[in-house]
């Protein structure tokens, strides 16, 4: 009776996973010659490990990551591209998010920047940092149609808030003065305050021209905020004439992220 009262009280508090620990070593006649204190220590480590794996969850669930079933150790180093796998090592170990430096991957259309943007982002989950994952063309239109229903702050804070933000499809198309405007206001609340991954086909040094260049005033401000510090994976082919797209080689739909 004691014994139920016990395992309702922690139900109660939400220490189920405590609470079938606890049923188990009950029933367990072995246990009654283990230490109060082994007993209790058991207990609290089930516990804690119940709560961090669920955290994890809520956390990759939340990222929205393109990829879910990607990591670190599945990029491929032997598909004829030339990847500085001591980089991206480094960059697995997330210093750069506390750090708040931003990482740049570029490359082709099914050169594995998608799956390495994911990857980073799984890492970042794995050490509970907050992520979100979003299609640059599908961020523009909801932060357009936000400030239009005049709910803009609240959408921006949705991107704005997570630790580490991966921008997939960054400059696919040139952006209209509206676009480049409301990108401008997450950028500049995101600086130095977090880290944001860009993935897109163009090299870094055409991105300007793709904001507008001179003809836009935010160009220059957008590339000032982003570039500073930032690291750089440029996917290219050893040999072009025999690369292998990576959603082939990870047998994805061709309608699936670059």
């Known amino acids: 009776m004691i014994n139920q009262s016990t395992t309702d009280k922690l139900i109660e508090m939400r220490l189920t996973a405590m609470a079938d620990a606890f049923r188990i070593q009950m029933d ?11 007993r209790f220590g058991m207990l609290v480590d089930v516990e804690y490990t119940n709560r961090k794996n669920n955290r994890l969850k809520r956390l990759i669930h939340h990222a929205e990551l393109e990829q879910s079933d990607v990591c670190i150790s599945g990029i491929d180093y032997t598909s004829g591209r ?7 090592n480094r960059l697995a170990t997330c210093e750069y998010i ?7 991957i570029t490359g082709a259309t099914g050169s594995g920047k998608t799956y390495m943007a994911c990857a980073f982002g799984m890492e970042a989950c794995k050490q509970y940092f907050t992520v979100k994952y979003v299609r640059l063309p599908d961020l523009l239109l909801e932060l357009e149609t936000a400030r239009n229903e005049g709910c803009f702050a609240k959408v921006l804070s ?5 630790l580490l933000l991966i921008i997939d499809e960054w400059l696919l198309l040139k952006l209209n003065e509206s676009e480049s405007k409301n990108l401008f206001e997450l950028i500049h609340k995101r600086r130095k305050k977090s880290s944001t991954i860009f993935c897109s086909q163009f090299r ?8 507008g260049g001179n003809d836009n005033p935010l160009a ?20 072009p004439s025999k690369d292998i797209s990576m959603r082939e080689v990870f047998g994805m739909d061709m309608d699936q992220a670059q």
């Open 158 to 162: 949705k991107y704005t808030k997570p």
């Open 98 to 104: 506390a750090e708040y430096r931003n990482i740049f």
């Open 28 to 38: 367990d006649k072995s246990m009654k010659d283990v230490p109060f204190e082994d």
């Open 204 to 211: 870094e040094e055409g991105w300007y021209e793709r904001l």
């Open 82 to 88: 030339k990847l500085n796998k001591s980089l991206i």
């Open 220 to 239: 220059d401000a957008i590339m000032d905020r982003i570039v500073y510090d930032a690291y750089k994976i440029n996917i290219e082919s050893v040999d």
